[in-house]
């Protein structure tokens, strides 16, 4: 079974912290992505990956950075964390184009 | 720019009962894809359809079955004789306009099957 797995289900972090949030897939996949999903708005872009070493803004960069030195490995830094960033963060995979996404279970994270 | 609209916030049905999940979608493109997902309690969201804008056929798979209407833009999911295991989040996306790698999601419906 294809597999995409974030490291920490649950965090908790201080505000100004800065914060990795981990991603692997073990499906060879050219492309990686973060999103954060909130009560009422959805799943947003945040940054997208689609090869090594190459990343892309999505429709809300802000606060966020993205580092992928490895095919498999796709991280989110958040440099300082703030309250604002309290989230579920969903990280994806797809083989390429308008392929379907493959997901992992999320990491709720809250910054106090 | 996309956008994905899927007004039904809560839907509750009891089981055996058939449901529609409602996705109205705005786009300039003339060729898109859109997608239905579902997420359940444990939180992984699981891909259930895939339809390019060329194909307006319905679909049928077990229970579930959609309509794509390019008229309306609309691309509603129905789900036929529900069952508690349908009690999940449904999200409708699109294809981004700026790559079909990346996909707009609509805010989701919550579907509640009680026994």
């Known amino acids: 079974d294809v597999k995409v797995t974030q490291s920490s289900r649950y965090l908790v972090k201080r505000t100004g912290e800065k914060v990795f949030l981990e991603c692997v897939q073990d499906?060879?996949?050219?492309?990686m992505f973060w999103y954060r999903q909130d009560p009422g708005l959805g799943l947003r872009l945040i940054y997208f990956?689609?090869?090594?070493?190459?990343?892309e803004k999505g429709d809300i960069p802000e606060g966020y950075s993205v580092s992928r030195e490895k095919k498999e490995r796709f991280s989110l830094i958040l440099e300082s964390a703030s309250t604002n960033q309290t989230s579920m963060y969903l990280c994806?995979?797809?083989?390429?184009?308008?392929?379907?996404?493959?997901f992992g279970s999320g990491t709720q994270l809250s910054v106090l | 720019a996309q956008k994905v609209t899927q007004a039904q916030t809560e839907i509750s049905v009891v089981e055996k009962e058939d449901v529609t999940l409602d996705c109205v979608y705005e786009?300039?493109?003339?060729?898109?894809?859109l997608f239905w997902y579902k997420q359940p309690p444990s939180g992984e969201l699981v891909f259930l359809i895939r339809?390019?804008?060329?194909?307006?056929q319905n679909e049928i798979s077990g229970r579930y079955s959609w309509n794509f209407q390019k008229s309306t833009s609309s691309f509603n999911f129905t789900i036929t004789a529900s069952q508690v295991v349908d009690s999940a989040v449904y999200f409708c996306?699109?294809?981004?306009?700026?790559?079909?790698?990346?996909?707009?999601f609509g805010t989701g419906t919550r579907l509640l099957v009680s026994p």
């Open positions: 499906m060879d996949h050219e492309n």
């Open positions: 996306a699109l294809t981004h306009n700026t790559g079909f790698q990346k996909l707009v």
């Open positions: 990956s689609y090869d090594v070493k190459m990343k």
């Open positions: 994806a995979s797809s083989l390429d184009g308008y392929e379907k996404l493959f």
């Open positions: 786009t300039r493109d003339t060729t898109y894809y």
């Open positions: 339809r390019n804008s060329f194909d307006e």
